[in-house]
């Protein structure tokens, strides 16, 4: 291979390697009018982190926030500068991949250039990150009540959140970050929430408090049609109101909780009855009959016409062996010899079809 070949083949590999990069961004595409000042370049912003020293003692919100190191939380202006950094750098590196240059020194150049754009997009991201963790936290706690086994999912769940809120978060709409991620946060953690307890791995046990308020609601509902307020439960149930209010989230959430799944083997009461017989349809046709009736219609589809009408006249109609002949100008024995012979074939394709089945 010749020299001019070698490098016509490494300007495609660099050509090739930035593009790949262009594909793989994980933002959507936004542009401003800055972007397009070929001397325009946003500012760093960096802060010095401060770590701490988890081990298997610590807390899971301590470890959380200590493992990544802790910044101070950012001032509105210098999330902006950090938004217009990430996607300065995609802009850039679009710019790049979409040249026509045929040069190989551009190429080589341009590799190193998205290698350095690249990695000052995802440090612009993780100062996002680390500086909003303590969001994460924020919206974590009103879930601290169900233990310290769960809260390391629930962080790990709102972090998931927030890093795709960092990716799709539009800064020129002018909506504050603070508020667009801590609805996603708090949306996912919900999900979860929901999605565990429905499954039974969260399990719920209500205390003997949520247990007497639940039961003055559902007396009140039934009485009244509504529902009592925090002070009219807090005098029926001689509770502090402070304590009523912290338990009416979770007595809400038990309310919704989905009942155990029952198996229809389940035998019911002191009968041998199953929960299968009980909800099974009567009238609903077989699933096996179907299919069964389904692979004989198939197999007569393949017959020539005239013997697919007698046999849907015979025995969908319900037609005599006379009316059939009338209607094809045929005797009655004739009809009978065809509807056999059509039967017959039935049975052959039937059975084919089942034995090459058989052997697929």
Not at 233 to 248: A, D, Y
């Amino acid at each position: 291979m010749s020299k001019e070949d070698n490098i016509s083949e490494q300007m495609e590999l660099d050509r090739a390697e930035v593009r790949y990069a262009v594909e793989g961004l994980p933002f959507k595409r936004i542009d401003i009018p800055e972007f397009e000042n070929p001397a325009y370049e946003p500012g760093m912003v960096r802060q010095p982190r401060r770590y701490g020293n988890p081990d298997s003692s610590t807390q899971p919100i301590t470890r959380f926030l200590a493992e990544r190191g802790m910044v101070e939380i950012l001032k509105p202006e210098q999330i902006l500068e950090l938004f217009k950094e990430i996607h300065w750098s995609c802009a850039r590196l679009r710019a790049l991949a979409e040249s026509t240059s045929e040069d190989p020194a551009y190429w080589a150049d341009a590799v190193m250039r998205t290698i350095k754009l690249a990695q000052r997009m995802e440090a612009a991201e993780e100062e996002l990150f680390i500086a909003n963790r303590q969001l994460v936290v924020a919206c974590v706690k009103p879930f601290y009540w169900i233990g310290q086994i769960w809260i390391s999912d629930f962080l790990q769940e709102g972090s998931r959140a927030l890093a795709n809120a960092i990716r799709n978060f539009d800064f020129t709409r002018g909506i504050p970050f603070y508020a667009y991620s801590q609805r996603s946060i708090q949306n996912r953690l919900r999900n979860f929430f929901r999605d565990h307890i429905r499954t039974g791995a969260l399990g719920m046990k209500p205390s003997y408090d949520m247990t007497r308020m639940l039961e003055v609601i559902q007396k009140w509902r039934d009485r009244h049609g509504e529902d009592p307020s925090e002070v009219v439960i807090s005098e029926m149930t001689q509770l502090p109101p402070e304590r009523v209010k912290r338990l009416i989230p979770l007595v809400r959430q038990w309310e919704r909780m989905p009942n155990a799944a029952l198996s229809l083997d389940a035998v019911l009461g002191d009968s041998r009855s199953s929960l299968h017989e009980l909800v099974a349809d009567s009238h609903h046709p077989d699933a096996s009959m179907l299919a069964e009736r389904n692979e004989v219609w198939t197999a007569v589809a393949q017959l020539p016409e005239r013997m697919q009408l007698i046999l849907k006249m015979r025995y969908v109609e319900g037609h005599t062996l006379e009316d059939v002949g009338k209607e094809f100008g045929l005797t009655r024995a004739r009809i009978k010899q065809l509807q056999e012979e059509a039967l017959q074939k039935v049975r052959v394709i039937m059975r084919d079809t089942r034995v090459d089945g058989k052997k697929l």
